[in-house]
């Protein structure tokens, strides 16, 4: 019997089928004993995993950022508040940037965004050789 289950607290775990029972069993949500059984009569067996849970994804406003690709396909200049797309689910980060000899620098971040992820890469609109990386949020 699987007494270290309880229903409706998180834990991290295997369970194991027991020979003889259903080769692949579906229950959603999972539940504490096999589906139709009780308690006292569940084979499910558990054993305790010291593998790291996956972390919970924080998403927010971008805070900094750093260059990543520096290849400019513009001209010697300034290119201002220009819109990023975003390898993750992020949108409205816009940067400002300076080109000499088709090489992007300087990074600055002009507007923040919202739902960014630390690591999300953001792609220059009209300049895709030009990427930088979302260092933190906020």
Do not use: R, W
């Not at 229903?7 to 004993?33: D, E, F, M, Y």
């Not at 054993?47 to 950022?65: K, M, N, W």
């Not at 080109?99 to 600055?108: D, E, K, L, P």
């Amino acid at each position: 019997m699987a007494t270290n289950i309880t229903p409706g607290v998180g834990q991290h775990a295997t369970i194991t089928n027991p020979p003889a029972k259903a080769v692949s069993t579906t229950q959603n949500p999972l539940t504490p004993v096999e589906y139709g059984e009780t308690a006292a009569k569940s084979k499910y067996t558990t054993v305790t995993s010291s593998d790291p849970l996956v972390p919970e994804l924080d998403l927010g406003p971008v805070a900094t950022i750093t260059g990543v690709g520096t290849v400019s396909t513009k001209g010697d200049g300034t290119e201002t508040a220009v819109a990023t797309t975003s390898s993750g689910i992020g949108t409205g980060a816009t940067v400002t940037y300076t080109v000499s000899s088709n090489a992007a620098s300087g990074f600055t971040l002009v507007a923040t965004g919202s739902n960014y992820a630390v690591n999300e890469v953001l792609t220059v609109v009209g300049d895709t050789g030009v990427t930088v990386k979302v260092a933190t949020i906020s």
